[in-house]
């Protein structure tokens, strides 16, 4: 079966534009979560989605990001207007249900110059 | 909150050596625990799980032992191959609400010919 899919793989931009990234889970997966992973550490949760729901943006920015799972199936993640801290490798993974294993697809690497 | 703190890489080894990458956690309650591990330019792979104390998580040669008295899930190779080389992920999750992934810092291991 395909796994996740995630667009695009590499973006660069400059402080205070703005940017979107793609995601695609496997087909099925009801929950479906983004993390942030910076050089040198580990992923960090930002949100999940269980179908279209949120169900936990604790650890989101909301000031800059933004995230969304139109009709339960593909996510957009957003920041508006990114920082140099914002640099780092965005994560998404799928499950099909909450609790139960995470997949993970390969990422996007932004760079925020 | 809860956390997990694993050994700082990068591992080096030759093929064919014994792996140890320490890994311990803090959390209340009784989490699962987890190995990840990325290889180069592809996404985490789940590696192995352990969901109460005592048990022992197994796959492709990687072994780790639930140790709650120690607070431990440390990963194990007899013989480490070149293609073992990734970075390795210990992480948790509780068994309240969603059980979100609480990830370390991720350890390199580097194994030569």
């Known amino acids: 079966e395909a796994g996740v899919a995630q667009s695009p793989r590499y973006k660069i931009i400059e402080k205070r534009q703005s940017v979107a990234f793609w995601c695609n889970p496997i087909?099925?997966?009801?929950?479906l979560y983004w993390y942030q992973q910076i050089l040198g550490q580990g992923p960090k949760l930002l949100i999940q989605f269980q179908n279209n729901g949120v169900v936990d943006d604790s650890q989101l920015p909301k000031d800059r990001f933004s995230a969304e799972r139109l009709k339960g199936v593909d996510s957009t993640l957003k920041i508006q207007p990114a920082k140099l801290e914002d640099s780092a490798v965005y994560l998404c993974?799928?499950?099909?249900?909450?609790?139960?294993?995470?997949?993970f697809g390969p990422g996007t690497r932004l760079t925020v110059t | 909150g809860d956390s997990v703190t694993q050994m700082e890489g990068p591992v080096t080894l030759s093929e064919e050596a014994f792996l140890t990458i320490n890994c311990t956690y803090t959390a209340t309650g009784y989490p699962s625990l987890f190995w990840y591990v990325q290889y180069p330019g592809e996404g985490l792979q789940l590696l192995l799980k352990?969901?109460?104390?005592?048990d022992k998580g197994s796959n492709k040669g990687f072994e780790a032992t639930y140790r709650k008295e120690t607070t431990s899930f440390h990963l194990e190779k007899g013989s480490v191959q070149v293609s073992d080389s990734a970075v390795y992920f210990c992480?948790?999750?509780?068994?309240?609400?969603?059980?979100?992934?609480?990830f370390g810092t991720g350890t390199r291991l580097l194994v030569s010919p």
């Open positions: 352990a969901t109460k104390a005592d």
């Open positions: 087909s099925g997966h009801a929950t």
């Open positions: 992480a948790l999750s509780d068994h309240r609400g969603f059980q979100k992934l609480v």
């Open positions: 993974a799928s499950s099909l249900d909450k609790g139960v294993e995470q997949y």
